[in-house]
């Protein structure tokens, strides 16, 4: 400290109390800088332990979504447990093989489908075009849920026998709900119903891989769907479909030829 020119020394008190103000200052600067860090950085997510049907669950969809992308090649272990975020040995613990778990994401997919369907028409009014429209929107909502892939899956002929007899046994449990309302509403057999129910399925697949390739739009589908049923029902029940039935002789028209004989 300087007084007319001369050179005096500072009492070593006000040092200490410079000093002191100085550590305070820093220390309310770093406390300021780390509070608007905490402030700027977004909370951390607990993560919450999923239970095995939760589990089961991501790791189906996982895999439904790389057999729609990728198709059925593309579902492997490796890729599954890492669109779910977990390991390999976790996928195994749930299925044993990879075709078992393809299996599975077929019999997922199917019982979704199946669920819709019965819901939908429980609302609908019961007529085989009500019907046909509820498929279709039960269809549709199934694949924008879980993917196309296993759609596609159900009716293929692949490279694993085993998985193809899942396919077809689901693809005619899904055919199911359509032969009893035939039979039921046209009063056909057995034979003539699982044929019309055939049609009307692979119709319905038809315009829902047109939708499913953009050319349709879902309100589309829903429409040509329904039109396309229509056109087979009233094919089955027109006269010339009645007319490709042998007809049975009654016993009059029988005696009058013999009488005239």
């Known amino acids: 400290m300087t007084v007319a020119g001369c050179q005096l020394a500072a009492p070593p008190a006000l040092y200490s109390f410079l000093t002191i103000c100085k550590i305070l200052r820093n220390m309310v600067s770093t406390a300021a800088k780390a509070n608007v860090r905490r402030r700027a950085r977004p909370p951390a997510r607990s993560r919450r332990r999923l239970s095995p049907l939760e589990r089961r669950r991501q790791l189906l969809r996982a895999a439904a979504g790389l057999m729609t992308t990728h198709g059925v090649d593309g579902v492997q272990f490796a890729d599954v447990a890492a ?43 019961g007529s085989l ?41 689901i693809h005619d449990r899904l055919m199911d709900p359509w032969r009893a309302r035939i039979a039921d509403r046209l009063g056909m057999g057995e034979r003539e119903s699982a044929t019309l129910a055939r049609m009307v399925v692979a119709a319905g697949r038809a315009v829902l891989e047109l939708w499913n390739a953009g050319v349709l739009t879902r309100e589309e589908a829903v429409r040509d769907t329904a039109r396309g049923v229509s056109a087979l029902l009233r094919a089955f029940r027109s006269p010339a479909g009645q007319a490709s039935r042998p007809r049975r002789r009654s016993p009059a028209a029988s005696n009058g030829r013999v009488a005239r004989r």
Not at 107 to 112: E, G, N, Q, R, V
Not at 129 to 158: Q, Y
């Open 83 to 125: 669109a779910a975020g977990v390991t390999r040995p976790l996928v195994y613990r749930f299925f044993p093989s990879r075709r078992a778990l393809i299996v599975a994401v077929l019999m997922d997919y199917a019982d979704d489908l199946t669920a819709r369907f019965a819901r939908g028409a429980l609302r609908s009014s």
């Open 129 to 169: 075009d009500a019907v046909a429209r509820v498929f279709v929107e039960a269809t549709c909502d199934t694949i924008e849920d879980k993917g196309a892939g296993p759609w596609h899956l159900l009716d293929s002929k692949g490279p694993d026998p085993e998985v193809a007899r899942v396919g077809q046994e």
